[in-house]
């Protein structure tokens, strides 16, 4: 798409041509789930984000720090229901999760250790993966490697990937592949189908930092592994084209994907905000309600664990 002809279609979603006449302008997110919300120190306020999410009616969110998050979780839970006693809503649920951020192999002793505390959700290494040093920071591949978390040796699976992926599979909990490289990730979504787990996903597939493909959401999809776009992909953050995200999205297809913010950070603003926009993409790009309650509120809380709720009742 030329210069002339994204500019003409910014216009006409200004002008509301291309959404449903009758979108809500408005942060009322019944019943959403966001998988991936950055806070910590030069980033958002937990509590602050929880609260606006309350008041939006977002149903769950998941801490992502290098650092365990699960306490903070907790933490914050037991403060909204100080705030919100007595005032008839009911607060967002706050979850923890523990990053594997680690240079060498994965642990999955580090992994089960919280997990066994309740956290919901293990990432592979972000950061301080071979891929991230070698795409964000510009390391040639084999510098990556030496310096950053890899998981593969002559082309098969560590034992430490593996055991990480039997103790999501033990605790029921959600499995992020983080920042791993495509053959990594490609590798792990073998894996996970072959011993059965059922809550593995890929955080933003099209961020530059992952360099996946279409073609590839939709072979990681045929695994069963959940793909996770998150706003931050569409946002000023990475530019990726919309209509590029949705064409993604029908080809892994909507019952293998989830919506989420990766926001928090000073870019992205508080996940509310994200959501909404989100929910403004996806109805541009011609999902329909049902489809978009399947990936913002019925998946995620499937892969936390949570029970079902009926989306709210319209007209």
Request: glycine share 8%; charged share 20%; with cysteine.
């Amino acid at each position: 798409m030329n210069d002339l002809a994204r500019m003409q279609r910014a216009y006409a979603v200004i002008r509301g041509r291309d959404l449903p006449t009758s979108y809500p302008l408005s942060f009322q997110l019944p019943g959403v789930v966001d998988l991936h919300v950055h806070v910590g120190v030069g980033l958002s306020a937990p509590l602050d984000l929880a609260r606006h999410a309350t008041e939006a009616g977002m149903r769950a969110l998941v801490f992502k720090t290098p650092s365990p998050t699960l306490d903070l979780a907790r933490t914050v839970n037991e403060a909204l229901a100080l705030l919100y006693q007595g005032s008839g809503k009911t607060p967002v649920e706050c979850f923890g999760g523990v990053v594997l951020e680690t240079a060498g192999p994965p642990p999955p002793e580090l992994a089960r250790r919280w997990l066994a505390k309740g956290a919901r959700v293990v990432w592979f290494a972000t950061g301080s993966s071979a891929n991230h040093r070698r795409r964000a920071h510009g390391l040639s591949w084999a510098a990556a490697r030496r310096e950053g978390q890899y998981v593969l040796r002559r082309g098969q699976l560590i034992p430490d990937a593996v055991a990480v992926i039997e103790t999501a599979i033990e605790y029921g909990a959600a499995l992020s592949f983080g920042h791993l490289s495509r053959e990594e990730v490609l590798a792990l979504a073998a894996e996970a189908e072959r011993r059965g787990l059922r809550s593995a996903f890929v955080d933003h597939p099209l961020n530059p930092v992952m360099g996946l493909t279409i073609d590839d959401c939709a072979r990681i999809a045929s695994h069963g592994v959940f793909l996770n776009f998150t706003a931050a992909e569409f946002s000023p953050l990475f530019g990726i084209d919309p209509a590029d995200i949705a064409r993604a999205i029908r080809a892994a297809g909507v019952e293998q994907v989830v919506l989420s913010s990766d926001a928090g950070h000073p870019v992205m603003g508080d996940p509310a905000e994200a959501m909404r926009c989100w929910r403004a993409i996806a109805l541009w790009q011609g999902f329909s309600d049902a489809e978009i309650w399947r990936m913002m509120c019925d998946q995620p809380a499937r892969l936390l664990g949570l029970p079902a709720v009926a989306p709210p009742a319209t007209g």
